[in-house]
């Protein structure tokens, strides 16, 4: 339990254990967080969707075979690779973009549809709360947060859900 008069310093002191996030359209950290947060609720119900897990999986499988099926043809946008040495479990549906079209022009189109999507995650390396420290690497990371964009993938989807943002990204090639 934590008391004060100070709303602003309890909002901070609660951004610290709920992942420090700064109300950005992506990811941004300025101060270091972590994300402790668990009830016994959340842990019952994560529990009891494990007995659907296969089909969550298949119905996000599903997902990313109608946008790929159905983007894929577009010049400069790329699907997330399937590797024939694993099975994803396809979580979330990713795509870069490398011809013309930005990810936010994306975001903002489906957006005026009322429709969220997302830049793919800041690297830890440009987060403000780490940039002062080395990092290794080159830049795939930098990369794919400037290129990359999470397409909506929620397993309550219909198809005329997902025509419709086909529909809109369309429209950015043939504008």
């Known amino acids: 339990m934590l008391v004060s008069n100070n709303a602003e310093k309890i909002r901070k002191v609660y951004s610290w254990a709920t992942q420090a996030r700064e109300p950005e359209r992506y990811?941004?950290?300025?101060?270091?967080?972590?994300?402790?947060?668990?009830?016994?609720?959340?842990?019952?119900?994560?529990?009891g969707?494990?007995?659907?897990?296969?089909?969550?999986?298949?119905?996000?499988?599903?997902i990313f075979d109608f946008y790929r099926?159905?983007?894929?043809?577009?010049?400069?946008?790329?699907?997330?690779?399937?590797?024939?040495?694993n099975e994803p479990n396809f979580?979330?549906?990713?795509?870069?973009?490398?011809?013309?079209?930005?990810?936010?022009?994306?975001i903002e189109a489906l957006e005026m549809e009322n429709i969220e999507a997302r830049h793919v995650w800041k690297?830890?390396?440009l987060?403000?709360?780490?940039?002062?420290y080395d990092y290794i690497g080159h830049d795939v990371a930098t990369r794919l947060f400037e290129q990359g964009v999470c397409l909506p993938s929620d397993t309550k989807m219909t198809e005329n859900?997902?025509?419709r943002?086909?529909?809109?990204i369309r429209k950015l090639y043939h504008a």
Request: no cysteine.
């Open 69 to 85: 099926a159905n983007l894929s043809d577009l010049e400069g946008l790329t699907f997330m690779p399937v590797n024939t040495w």
């Open 49 to 62: 969707q494990l007995k659907i897990l296969d089909l969550r999986v298949a119905q996000k499988r599903a």
């Open 165 to 168: 943002v086909i529909a809109t």
């Open 161 to 163: 859900d997902l025509k």
């Open 127 to 132: 987060q403000p709360v780490f940039s002062h």
């Open 27 to 47: 990811y941004q950290h300025t101060e270091l967080g972590f994300n402790y947060r668990m009830s016994n609720v959340v842990a019952g119900i994560g529990r």
């Open 91 to 106: 979580w979330l549906t990713t795509i870069l973009l490398s011809n013309g079209v930005s990810p936010i022009q994306v």
């Open 123 to 125: 690297p830890m390396h």
